[in-house]
């Protein structure tokens, strides 16, 4: 029972006790004094009535006629006089009046006040023992009357008794349940602080709690601080800041491999040329420094898509990848221009070339940047600020509205499927399945992986009803089998007014298929929208559904953020885990990575592992499970 | 209230006294017979232990007085009305002093326990009157036949309020005075000084005709005959 129901039961206890015990008394005080004064009545009566009787000198009409008067003239139930033999000489009676109180209080109340008897004698003669009865009924009827307005009185009184206790208690309530919601967030993963109650005692609590949450954030804090530097060392150039080669190479075969990467993009290589000359004719210092204002350059030009990455592949070489992005041309004169600007301030002749090249999903990483590199020789043949490109023409081929049409149809006719990877644990227990939802885009046609069709569905409109359908999906297929499953969903779905309500009449209508269900948003999404990722975690943990990032890792450890989301799992990108075995850095990297998440209770899984090595490293930092090509083999 | 008088001359009163000092002797020989189970002669529910120990309370002269008694009670024959009335008023009669209540309690008017006046061995007539009940009904003459009477009693030519007890041995019988002021135990006709006036007894309280429950009221205590009545009881008579 709640605390608050059982203080309202204690109070309602309390007064009804209370009540109950000062109507009683009242009662019963009002009952035994009307006794007693209608025993003193009619003894007192029957006293004096009997002496006058007895200076009758046995006169019986003297004595009828005094007793008479008496009966008549007063207040008399009944008067008798009885011989020493039983004999009844004089007997006066009235009609037993009516009672206005009901005959159950009557009885129950019981009021038999003592008969008054007096002895009557003729000298030394007996003539009788005389008992006299005064009307009680009044008395009923005054008890009955006194009853009703004790009993009004007192109902009135608990009335308003109820209703200071109510206010009374709402008061106390209201600090009570903040706390109560802290200490449930807090079971939650949801580290949050809450504004400190007047009540005295909740305040100890809750500013203990907040402290509590205070410290946490301030160790996660730092311990993020140590992660970014282990980040930096792992995946960054010293120089200039950004990727270094292996982890932009990492990056670029996670962004054609994912299945819900892009379709399409560009990629831009850059190099400075002549780099030995710069070092010697300018020094040490200013070709640094030029390295650094090359990348920054880049960056800002890099800015067109927003999840562009940018790498620096060896000493005078950069690259740039921009997803999503159609023009091949403007990406790469673009670069030239800003590179063009820069160079400029600079003293000296030298100067930088472009090569870019434009990628479709699935392409091999290293034939594509082969590709990239001929561009490159080719515009650094040209000459100074050459750009030469290397098009594959545009992907294209249907326009939006056709895109639309073919997205509508699949989710008109459920043309979804969804793939089945294993999430295993250390002893290669299945976790649960990753099921990205592949969709048919023609009745009989292949299953297409998202790549192919999301950022169309993004530009439609269309990815909440196809998150829906995935989730739809995988319900029932957990229903089928009993299999746990999960299921990446768009941050752009969690932006939608109508996705979260759908989603929850979903749930509903698979209440018992919930519990076995994953839900993962992508990182980059889930930061820049933390208040939807809450909501979602709210509706999905009533069911039982679990919520977590998916391709986690380069932001996940820089919010505190992280902190009130109340998360169950994150998901670290394969470009984090990738090669884990030979770099010291990037393993010290995961490992203060696990530490950190696991310190607030998250369960964190490793994508996209190719190498048993890896794997092996990965369980050593702890890890709580592993996907990809490693456990197919397995 | 009633006023009373003295009873009998001042030789009357020495013999008195010598009496009282023969019965204290002759307490001492039946001792040990009534200790040895005298009781068993009165049908009644005597019950001699719970009164000598109420009289230990009261006193010396209350455990005497109360041993004595039960000396006297057992030389009487059982079923023989008769000499009971007469042990029983001539005990009292010898046993207790006149004195009015000012002199004796401090206070107008006094209704003393049998114990009470075994202990201050005085009385006025109601306490003489009062004791003698208390011990009838002990020794198990029931209530009815007994009656406390207020009596005009005329004494040397002056008339006073006055108060007798009085036995019926059937209700319409003439009732024998059990008097302080006569000696000897005479049928009412034979006492024309006293004039009835009005006469009571606990029968109604005593034996079921009232409801009432001696000692239960706090409103008991507020009248004399029942307040009275209440201590009778404590002490064992009743």
């Known amino acids: 029972m709640s605390l608050i129901r059982q203080v309202w039961l204690l109070l309602g206890v309390t007064l009804a006790l209370a009540i109950a015990g000062g109507f009683g008394i009242s009662v019963e005080s009002s009952r035994r004094y009307l006794a007693t004064q209608l025993t003193m009545k009619n003894n007192d009566m029957a006293q004096s009535l009997g002496l006058s009787l007895s200076q009758q000198r046995g006169d019986a009409t003297a004595m009828e006629l005094l007793l008479a008067s008496q009966f008549d003239t007063g207040f008399y139930e009944q008067m008798r006089l009885v011989a020493p033999d039983g004999k009844v000489l004089i007997d006066r009676s009235a009609p037993l009046n009516k009672s206005n109180a009901p005959a159950w209080f009557v009885g129950w109340m019981g009021l038999s006040p003592d008969v008054g008897i007096a002895l009557v004698s003729d000298g030394w003669k007996q003539v009788g023992r005389l008992e006299v009865r005064s009307q009680s009924s009044f008395t009923v009827d005054q008890l009955w009357r006194s009853t009703l307005l004790a009993a009004w009185l007192l109902a009135f009184l608990a009335l308003m008794a109820g209703a200071v206790a109510r206010y009374g208690l709402a008061r106390i309530k209201a600090p009570l349940s903040a706390t109560v919601q802290q200490a449930m967030a807090l079971t939650e993963r949801r580290f949050v602080t809450v504004a400190e109650p007047h009540v005295p005692e909740l305040r100890e609590v809750t500013r203990a709690m907040n402290l509590m949450v205070d410290r946490l954030r301030l160790m996660f804090d730092e311990q993020a601080g140590q992660v970014e530097v282990l980040r930096r060392q792992a995946h960054c150039d010293d120089l200039t800041g950004v990727f270094n080669r292996p982890h932009f190479l990492g990056r670029l075969k996670g962004l054609l491999s994912a299945e819900d990467g892009s379709a399409s993009g560009v990629l831009v290589l850059v190099r400075i040329c002549d780099l030995q000359g710069i070092n010697r004719m300018l020094g040490r210092a200013e070709a640094d420094a030029l390295l650094r204002e090359t990348a920054a350059a880049i960056e800002e030009s890099g800015r067109r898509s927003v999840r562009h990455e940018i790498g620096r592949l060896n000493g005078s070489d950069f690259a740039l990848v921009l997803p999503d992005v159609q023009s091949l041309r403007e990406s790469a004169v673009d670069v030239a221009a800003k590179l063009r600007t820069l160079f400029r301030t600079r003293e000296g002749d030298a100067f930088a070339v472009v090569g870019a090249v434009r990628w479709w999903h699935g392409a091999s990483a290293s034939s594509l940047l082969a590709a990239a590199d001929q561009a490159l020789a080719r515009a650094e043949a040209r000459g100074a600020f050459a750009v030469d490109l290397d098009d594959a023409g545009d992907g294209l081929v249907l326009g939006e509205d056709a895109w639309r049409v073919r997205l509508e149809q699949a989710l008109a006719h459920r043309w979804a499927e969804l793939a089945k990877f294993a999430m295993v644990d250390v002893h290669g227990d299945v976790i649960h399945f990753e099921c990205p939802l592949r969709l048919r885009l023609e009745s009989d046609g292949a299953p297409v992986p998202a790549a192919q069709w999301l950022p169309m569905a993004r530009r439609t409109q269309l990815t909440w009803r196809i998150d829906l359908l995935a989730v739809d999906v995988a319900l029932s297929a957990i229903a089928v089998d009993g299999l746990p499953r999960s299921v990446n969903l768009s941050p752009s779905s969690l932006a939608d007014d109508g996705f979260l309500p759908a989603l929850r009449q979903l749930l509903l209508q698979h209440r018992a298929s919930a519990p076995g269900l994953w839900l993962e948003v992508a990182e980059a999404g889930a930061m820049r929208n933390i208040e939807l990722v809450r909501a979602l975690v709210d509706q999905a943990h009533a069911m039982g559904v679990r919520v977590g990032l998916e391709h986690a890792g380069e932001q996940v450890t820089q919010s505190g953020r992280l902190l009130e989301a109340g998360l169950d799992f994150v998901k670290l990108d394969a470009s984090l885990v990738d090669g884990i075995a030979e770099s010291t850095a990037r393993r010290q990297h995961v490992a203060s990575m696990l530490l950190m998440l696991h310190g607030i209770g998250l369960a964190v899984y490793a994508e996209g592992v190719n190498e048993e090595a890896d794997a092996q490293a990965l369980w050593d930092c702890g890890i709580d499970g592993v996907t990809g090509p490693v456990v197919k083999r397995a | ?238």
């Open chain 2, 1 to 238: 209230m009633v006023r009373c008088v003295e009873g009998g001359s001042g030789l009357d009163r020495l013999a008195g006294l010598a009496l009282v000092r023969a019965a204290r002797a002759w307490a001492l020989v039946f001792l040990v017979l009534a200790a040895a189970g005298a009781c068993l002669s009165w049908a009644a529910p005597w019950d001699a232990n719970r009164i000598l120990t109420a009289a230990g309370r009261h006193g010396d002269a209350a455990v005497a007085g109360v041993r004595a008694l039960q000396a006297s009670l057992a030389k009487v024959p059982p079923r023989d009305d008769a000499t009971l009335l007469a042990t029983v008023n001539t005990f009292f009669n010898q046993r207790i002093a006149f004195r009015e209540d000012l002199e004796n309690w401090g206070q107008v008017d006094y209704w003393a326990s049998p114990l009470e006046s075994l202990q201050k061995g005085a009385g006025d007539c109601e306490d003489y009157a009062i004791a003698k009940y208390f011990t009838l009904i002990s020794t198990g003459v029931p209530h009815k036949r007994l009656r406390l009477v207020y009596v005009r009693a005329a004494v040397n030519g002056l008339v006073v309020p006055h108060m007798v007890l009085a036995f019926y041995p059937s209700a319409d019988a003439d009732p024998l005075v059990l008097d302080n002021l006569v000696p000897d135990i005479r049928p009412a006709s034979r006492r024309p000084d006293l004039t009835p006036v009005f006469s009571f007894n606990a029968e109604a309280i005593w034996e079921g005709v009232s409801t009432a429950n001696v000692g239960g009221s706090p409103v008991e205590r507020l009248s004399r005959w029942r307040d009275v009545l209440n201590r009778g009881k404590q002490e064992g008579f009743l």
